[in-house]
């Protein structure tokens, strides 16, 4: 599943790039059309039924097992609201230097669901709290960082977007590297390992991606405002909705296995409660002697 969505990143960020170099000598569309409106629509629905999936199967989770699944929920949560107010023409402010429809609402939901996924695959890592709150902190950084940048026309927008680079690599380190070098990492069990190398993968690949997008459209306008949005839909559907199908597979599967373990150890006592007894064995009387 990861290395799937990973290639099909890479084959849109290609195609990504080369609609812009062959809009470059064409005047760019700054504004959606009726196509580019509903992919905003295609994104709100990618990501409000996962919500709804996830949202059902936190409720059948027992309570004290849901921290995940929780956080998986709101993450998609926020970024259906976000996609519907896009969808409906809010949440977007057009530029007076280039006539660009920026939709900040677009930053509103990253500063609030990236720091939510961080907290998924930090725990699954078994970070300690001054890693989470460094991580999430630099992470806050970079959205605004972003967001700052496409206000800019001028050069100084590339300083932001530089800022908001250098704020990216150490968390694609920490994921990819420093976490799984510590004490908590050998301690956590196989199945957190094995999702959290799913989860952390495909995190890194899909944020990668954004920043070249953000190139091409915010930063330069040599992207179509129609393909931004295909851009955007694609990868937010990728490293929210698929990241999220990967954390609750996994926990239902945790939870199987928990559940079986749980179920054969109470089973047996009660089978050895069941057993019949053995009979007691003959108490051998002694022989009083005859009384003729």
């Known amino acids: 599943m990861t290395m799937q969505s990973s290639a099909s990143v890479f084959a849109m960020l290609c195609v990504t790039a080369f609609a812009a170099d062959a809009s470059a000598a064409a005047p760019v569309e700054t504004e959606l059309s009726e196509n580019g409106k509903k992919f905003l629509w295609v994104a709100f629905v990618g990501l409000a039924a996962p919500c709804l999936y996830f949202a059902y199967k936190t409720f059948s989770i027992e309570d004290g097992k849901r921290y995940y699944h929780i956080i998986t929920t709101f993450i998609c949560m926020f970024a259906s609201l976000a996609y519907l107010t896009m969808a409906t023409g809010h949440g977007v402010y057009t530029r007076p230097f280039d006539g660009r429809e920026f939709f900040y609402a677009r930053y509103i939901d990253w500063a609030i669901t990236t720091p939510l996924q961080l907290l998924d695959l930090l725990g699954f890592a078994g970070a300690d709290t001054d890693t989470t709150c460094f991580i999430v902190g630099i992470d806050i950084l970079m959205i605004v960082a972003g967001l700052i940048g496409a206000f ?25 590297v420093t976490l799984k070098e510590g004490a908590a990492w050998a301690a956590q069990p196989e199945w957190k390992k094995s999702l959290y190398n799913k989860i952390s993968m495909l995190t890194a690949v899909s944020w990668a991606c954004y920043p070249v ?29 698929v990241f999220g199908f990967l954390i609750v597979s996994a926990r239902e599967t945790d939870g199987s296995a928990a559940s079986a373990t749980q179920s054969s150890a109470a089973a047996a006592p009660a089978a050895a409660a069941k057993a019949p007894a053995a009979p007691a064995a003959a108490t051998p009387v002694a022989d009083g002697g005859s009384m003729l």
């Open 152 to 176: 800019f026309e001028g050069q100084e927008k590339w300083a932001f977007w530089g800022f908001g680079m250098l704020m990216f690599v150490p968390i694609v380190y920490y994921l990819l």
């Open 213 to 241: 997008v953000w190139m091409f459209a915010e930063g330069s306008n040599k992207l179509s405002a129609d393909t931004e949005a295909v851009a955007y839909t694609i990868l937010d559907i990728l490293s929210k909705s």
